[in-house]
């Protein structure tokens, strides 16, 4: 089970995850389950949709329990929080897009994965970098294959149905990361750069231009002095209408908050509880019973070794006797107390012990002469009184350096044959040094071998508001929602009261919070089932603040809104308007003007030299990024004239070149062939599952439901 444990703190298999660790919960199944998928036959109740079938809510829901519970047995949490259910969730709808779009794709693509190349991957050539983590010796930062090998032989042929379970998961997300990496690789072998886009690259970075400019910029004309009539703008909206479609649905909000946290008369009576409980569960004769009611965590059974437990009680724990109460300790937000409600003896010894390794620098007897003095020194020198940490941290070569040489609780067999026996025949404060394979090692051993396991019966209480500290900010909360009966009353309210109006400018359908405040699914759910101009009633953020929101504004996928791209549309014209005033005032001052000088002495503008302006840099000196600019400079073959004047992205502009500076004359294009189906490749990895996902028009429709 600790290989499990490691694989699964190791190995990515996170919720939610999209590129390569698609499908990590419950592969198996979705491996052999495309029929299944689709057809609730009513609308209303679809979760989503792919190529216009339907994924109905209660096959997502089928699915969505078993991944919550597979969750809950991995990472051994009873109760999730709203964050984690989110995750779990996003995870559950993209092993949806997994089933229907890319296994559709590896299946016609002949994309698959062998027996063979999964072995070879576990205990073959080429072993995953997770198996290598999960099964190195910590203390010689060194892998053995053969001890893969061992593990799968022993969980073969024992009884464990859970571990065999785990592992075939891992074996499952092993298949499908493959699967990905091949279809990933296969798109990126289609990519391709020609000469043609290689040689426009090299100009781009390597033909410069010499010159200099006059700049007016848009900055200098007020946003006040150009009027914007309601009509002006909508018909500059329509003739630019494709500028303004929107990305994604997304929603605007403004919302007031209730913060309802802890206050110290709460914290000071779960203080209370929590010492008030040691007697009772100290005389309480049914530990399972007694957790389950008067704690906030079921009661666990399993034995468990020192290691598992919290390092402030381990002594108490594993020496005290069975009824045995220590607590209360106060711990990561919650009081807890344990009590000792068994003790079982395991079949294999935990030790515990830390180590300075030394290793042999070359091959021949002299190099291990020199090592094993040095080793020698350091036990003197511990012996002599010496802090074993700070030596540790001074000369060991291994990741234990940073930890005092500290190995942690280690299960008999996990180290290598000479040191775990060493260990074993050993007892507390025994220090010696050690010969192994990977070189000489200082050892101390800092706890007695055990086969002890502990059950602890641990009663535990989270501090939280009180119903009186919650209820007040709900009343206050209600009353502004009764009171507040469109967007007018909201705003109205917001002033009387002295509210802090908060605002979530682009809130999208899968999100869980709001700019500032996470845990906020109830919000977002509420945002995208509600008009303009709707106030929600009284909703929870996390655990402790209360909402009430108003919608603003609705954008929709692919269209363009007026109302949504107001500010944007009001900026665009009044930026045109200035370029339109600039490029006038700047066209008089050129008319018989000789050069640049003039037109900066008319203007009063300084004018600005550039010694290598290229297309690909399009950084203006003084004026900032302006790359349309730059693509009339690039384009610009006269040299000495008075151009312009030319609208820029920042400013208008008049302008001189002095000298071109062309790009070297190469033959070979390779270099620049390559960098730019590198720079596509990595784009293409890291994109395609949603180019996939236009092309399939998906539709997520989960907002409805959660």
Known sequence: MAILTKIRNRSGLAIGAVGLALGLFVVSDALNSNSALFGSGNRSNDVGEIDGESIGIKQFEEKLEINTANFKKRTQQENLDEATRGQVRETTWNQFLNDYMLLKEYKDLGIEMSEEELADIIYGSNIHPQIK????????????????????????????????????????????ETLQKKYSTLLKKGVYATTFEAKSAHHAREKSAELNFVALAYTTIADSTIAADEGELKSYFKKNMDRYKERENSRKLEFVVWDFAPTSEDSAAIQKWAYDQVEQFRASDNDTAYVDLNGDSKFDPTPKPRSLYPPEIQDRLFNDSVGSVIGPIFKDGKYQIYKV??????????????????????????????????????????????????LASQFGTDGTKDKGGDLGWFPEGQMVKEFNDAVKRGKKGDQFVLKTQFGF?????????????????????????????????????????????????????????????????????????????????????????????????????????????????????????FESSKERVTNDYRKDKKAEQLQEKLKVAMEGA????????????????????????????????????????????SLNKLIGPVKGDAAVYAFQISKITPPAEIKDFSAQKNELMNALQQKLEYGYFEVVKELRNVKDKRYMFY
């Not at 509210?499 to 906020?520: C, H, Q, W």
Request: net charge neutral.
């Open 594 to 637: 000789p050069n640049l000088d003039a037109v900066s002495r008319k203007m009063n503008q300084s004018v600005t030299p550039v010694a290598s302006q290229t297309f690909e840099n399009a950084s203006v000196p003084y004026v900032g990024y302006d790359v349309s600019f730059a693509g009339i400079v690039a384009g610009t073959s």
């Open 133 to 176: 983590q999960s099964f190195t010796d910590p203390a010689t930062n060194t892998f053995d294959v053969n001890n893969v090998k061992r593990y799968l032989k022993q969980m073969s042929e024992g009884t464990d149905e859970t571990t065999k379970a785990q592992w075939k998961e891992f074996e499952d997300y092993l298949v499908t």
């Open 441 to 561: 090692h200082v050892i101390k051993i800092t706890e007695d071998k055990t086969k002890k396991q502990v059950c602890a019966g641990v009663l535990e209480r989270v501090i939280e508001p009180s119903e009186k500290t919650s209820s007040i900010a709900y009343n206050e909360a209600s009353q502004f929602a009764a009171t507040s009966q469109n967007a007018e009353d909201f705003n109205k309210n917001c002033d009387e009261k002295k509210m802090t109006k908060r605002i979530a400018e682009f809130v999208r359908e899968t999100d869980n919070f709001l700019p500032g405040y996470s845990e906020a699914r109830e919000a977002v759910k509420w945002a995208f089932n509600a008009k303009v101009g709707d106030v929600s009633e009284v909703m929870t953020i996390g655990n402790d603040k209360y909402v009430i929101a108003t919608l603003t504004l609705i954008r929709e996928k692919g269209k363009a809104n």
């Open 341 to 390: 409600s068994g003790i079982k003896m395991d079949t294999a010894y935990s030790m515990r012990a830390s180590h300075i390794l030394i290793k042999v620098e070359g091959p021949t007897m002299a190099d291990t002469l020199i090592a094993k003095k040095k080793a020698n020194d350091i036990l003197n020198r511990v012996k002599g009184g010496e802090s074993f940490e700070v």
